[in-house]
C-alpha cells in the first residue's frame, strides 16, 4: 500500500501553498510520530548540523527538539516552488528550561516524492535569544496558527 499526502506535485503556487501551512500546522501540534509521517520512510534531512536518514530518526530528533524548546510556535511561507520543490522560509519562537526565550529564523528546501511526501529536507537556522516582551507569536495552545494570526510578512519578519 503506498502512502500519500496531498496536495501532490507537481505544484501549483496554490498547492505549495497548501501543503507549506500544512507542514506548519503540523510541527505547531508538536508530536513526532505524527510529523513524521509526511516524510518518506527513507528521508534524508540536514538541520542545522544535524544530519540523518528515516523515520525513526525524525521521530528521535524531533522528540529531543520539542523536550527542550518549550512553547515552540511556528510560522513557514513560501519562498518558491517547482514541480516537486518548495522553498520556504520560517520563523519561531520558544524558551528553553531557564526561562530564555528565542526566535529561530531559517530557510528550508524540500523535495517530494509523486505521493506527496517530503523525500529531502535541507534547513538552515538561527537563533536569536529574545525578551518576552518581543515575541510575536501568540496563541494558547498546542496546535495550528489560528487563521487570523498574521504571518512572517505581516509582521515584519
Known amino acids: 500500500m503506498t502512502e500519500t499526502r496531498p496536495p501532490l506535485p507537481p505544484f501549483t503556487l496554490e ?14 501540534g508538536r508530536n513526532p510520530e505524527k510529523v ?7 528521508s534524508r ?3 542545522r548540523s544535524d544530519i540523518f ?15 527542550r524548546e518549550h512553547e515552540y510556535r511556528l510560522i513557514k511561507e513560501i519562498w518558491a516552488h517547482d514541480d516537486n520543490r518548495i522553498a520556504v522560509r520560517f520563523a519561531y519562537e520558544f524558551h528553553d528550561a531557564a ?7 531559517g530557510n528550508e528546501n524540500w523535495e517530494f516524492d509523486a505521493h506527496g511526501l517530503m ?3 535541507h534547513a ?4 536569536l535569544p529574545i525578551q518576552e516582551s518581543e515575541r510575536l507569536f501568540h496563541w494558547d495552545r498546542s496546535g495550528p496558527r489560528p487563521a487570523d494570526h498574521a504571518g512572517l510578512t505581516a509582521l515584519g519578519l
Open 119 to 121: 523525500q529531502v529536507r
Open 36 to 42: 513524521s509521517l509526511a516524510y518518506t520512510a527513507d
Open 45 to 47: 534531512w540536514r538541520n
Open 99 to 105: 526561562g530564555q526565550w528565542f526566535r529561530a529564523y
Open 15 to 28: 498547492t505549495a501553498v497548501k501543503k507549506v501551512r500544512a507542514a506548519e500546522d503540523g510541527w505547531n
Open 53 to 67: 536518514q528515516g523515520r525513526p530518526a525524525i521521530v528521535a530528533f524531533l522528540t529531543k527538539k520539542w523536550e
Open 124 to 127: 538552515s537556522i538561527n537563533d
